[in-house]
């Protein structure tokens, strides 16, 4: 079946790096642009990032760019968020999601998401 | 960016009645060329991730039950679930993507059983 799941979260300190994963499985990957989204605790949803299908293009959210880098290595069906000098404020679930439409270079919605990878920045 | 603005916060439905979510989008997301609304309707369950319900403001994903349904056009969108069930106690989401990137959220609509 259609799965996205994620991993790499974890307790870390301020100004720290970490990165994240998500595997993704049942549906052709490569054809799909990917978005990372986050929740904070008791807080609503943000977009992060989204990658296009083939890795060319990334685009970020003004909270992350220059700190977050999004990847993608299609053929093991991995996408990546790397995120360095984290911050409290970065406290979150972090999901990674499926883009609806495949093989296009924008972007609607997700259609797809995994459970989500808890990340707590703290010292 | 568009901006998506939802209300209530949160409102409390006995279990059969209607629930009435609005989304109010800072610019339109009608696009003039294929005459459709840019909007996405999501539901979040306590401790599970978003679920996407309806897209082009009005289309049910496969598998939303038919209670559900979206409507409005240009700035203005409604979710309404017909008849409020128990598993419907959710947290639901409407989303922009008219422009993007950014792709952007509303703030939520907390949705309890009275």
């Known amino acids: 079946q259609v799965q996205l799941v994620e991993s790499g979260g974890g307790v870390v300190q301020p100004g720290r790096s970490l990165r994240l994963s998500c595997a993704a499985s049942g549906f052709t990957f490569s054809s799909h642009p990917m978005h990372w989204v986050r929740q904070a605790p008791g807080k609503g949803l943000e977009w992060l990032t989204v990658i296009s299908y083939d890795g060319n293009n990334q685009y970020y959210a003004d909270s992350v760019r220059g700190r977050f880098t999004i990847s993608r290595d299609n053929p093991t069906n991995t996408v990546y968020l790397e995120m360095s000098s984290l911050r409290a404020e970065d406290t979150a679930v972090y999901y990674c999601?499926?883009?609806?439409?495949?093989?296009?270079?924008?972007?609607?919605?997700?259609?797809?998401w995994g459970q989500g990878t808890t990340v707590t920045v703290s010292s | 960016d568009i901006v998506m603005t939802q209300s209530p916060d949160s409102l409390a439905v006995s279990l059969g009645e209607r629930a009435t979510i609005n989304c109010k989008s800072s610019q339109s997301v009608l696009h003039s060329s294929n005459n459709k609304n840019y909007l996405a309707w999501y539901q979040q369950r306590p401790g599970q991730p978003p679920k996407l319900l309806i897209y082009w403001a009005s289309t049910r994903e496969s598998g939303v039950p038919d209670r559900f349904s979206g409507s409005g056009s240009g700035t203005d969108f409604t979710l309404t679930i017909s008849s409020l069930q128990a598993e419907d106690v959710a947290v639901y989401y409407c989303?922009?993507?008219?422009?993007?990137?950014?792709?952007?959220f509303g703030g939520g609509t907390s949705v309890e059983i009275k």
């Open positions: 989303q922009q993507y008219y422009v993007t990137p950014p792709l952007t």
């Open positions: 999601a499926r883009e609806w439409l495949t093989n296009v270079h924008y972007f609607y919605g997700m259609d797809v």
